[in-house]
């Protein structure tokens, strides 16, 4: 719904959207037609966190740029359980909590870009064969005042973390070339 809620009546974006799915529509509709999460009006809304929140959700879609970038020029080879080992160990000194490595099923990938209207409906293709997933902690005395807004500020805090280790663990793999080299080809 994040990237649903983006999307205006007569838009390219909502009519091809509930054009697939017109099943959606009404019930997007009527949470569009709520008072969003963070602004006055809101069942739970409370003017510092909602700022806090707001303030870590902002800086979150500002680090998205930083995802993407040009591969370390240099190439070295190392063995794929040392590139896993170094991924891991990088992705904890960056603040994840646990760091898997999985097989990466096409199924579990969004077919088409949604969420950033500019480059909506764009395919989803990635052919690497593997992932990296980490998970970071959520603090259980915030997440003990659901439904209020310590929970979104935790939540914010938490999505904030998550996408700097994530930045910092692209950052290490394009600038270091053992690892650039193994990775784009997995």
């Known amino acids: ?12 974006a909502y009519d091809d959207y509930y054009e697939r799915h017109p099943d959606k529509e009404k019930i997007d509709s009527d949470i569009r037609a709520m008072p969003e999460l963070l602004q006055p009006g809101g069942y739970y809304y409370e003017p510092a966190d909602a700022a806090r929140a ?36 990088m992705a904890a000194f960056s603040g994840a909590v646990d760091v898997r490595i999985a097989a990466l099923d096409q199924q579990h990938l969004y077919s088409y870009i949604g969420r ?3 480059e909506y409906g764009t395919a989803v293709e990635l052919a690497h064969t593997r992932a990296l997933v980490f998970a970071v902690e959520m603090d259980s005395d915030a ?9 979104v500020v935790e939540s914010s ?20 070339p053992a690892v650039s080299k193994r990775v784009r080809r997995n």
């Open 54 to 89: 707001k303030a870590n959700f902002d800086l979150t879609e500002q680090l998205v740029p930083f995802c993407d970038g040009r591969p370390a020029p240099l190439k070295a080879d190392l063995k794929l359980d040392e590139i896993k080992h170094e991924l891991k160990k």
């Open 1 to 12: 719904m994040f990237a649903r809620a983006e999307y205006t009546p007569g838009s390219d």
């Open 116 to 118: 950033r209207l500019a």
């Open 157 to 176: 805090k938490q999505y904030l973390k998550a996408a700097a280790i994530g930045v910092a663990l692209a950052s290490y793999i394009r600038s270091n």
């Open 143 to 151: 997440m003990r005042h659901a439904p209020f807004m310590p929970v």
